[in-house]
């Protein structure tokens, strides 16, 4: 018994370390690794996308009167990446970072507040503001008529063609 410890150990010690100096030597993550989200609160348009492919649930969008409020709990993240390939306007991104080990919870949530436009008829919410803006840009005619044509709500819409 003793000697079949001796030669293991003889064994182990012919070979070179294989064990990374991690984390006191920084590690170069792959190029397809998929780490934290990133957020880009002015290119999201609130459309609810990225809540309806999420197999983990951790977004959720809440409505308010003038905004509405998109919570990531990152903690619950599986990183699959499918908010990202969801997302029509690219607001969404999966970073390479990692490193993702912290002892309060409130660091891995990401809270966008996405600002509402109200219908210029009946005065309700409709569409966030970003989404008005992309529509707009959109036009050939920017006139203030076909402008104002976007900030009527769908509702209103039917009522006036009926």
């Known amino acids: 018994m003793f000697k079949s410890k001796i030669k293991a150990l003889l064994l182990s010690s012919r070979h070179k370390k294989i064990t990374r100096p991690y984390p006191f030597v920084p590690v170069t993550p792959p190029e397809n690794l998929r780490g934290r989200l990133e957020v880009d609160p002015n290119k999201c348009i609130g459309c609810g996308n ?6 983990s649930r951790l977004i959720s969008i809440e409505t308010h009167e003038d905004e509405k409020i998109v919570m990531f709990s990152s903690g619950r993240c599986i990183y699959c990446g499918r908010c990202a390939a969801a997302c029509p306007e690219k607001a969404i991104r999966i970073t390479h970072e990692y490193e993702l080990a912290t002892d309060n919870k409130k660091d891995l949530e990401i809270v966008i507040k996405i600002k509402m436009v ?45």
């Open 118 to 162: 109200r219908c210029i008829v009946c005065g309700k919410p409709f569409t966030s503001w970003n989404m008005l803006n992309k529509q707009i840009e959109r036009l050939q005619d920017k006139s203030e008529e076909q402008i104002n044509k976007l900030k009527i709500c769908a509702e209103c819409k039917r009522k006036a063609t009926s």
């Open 50 to 55: 990225c809540v309806r492919t999420c197999p």
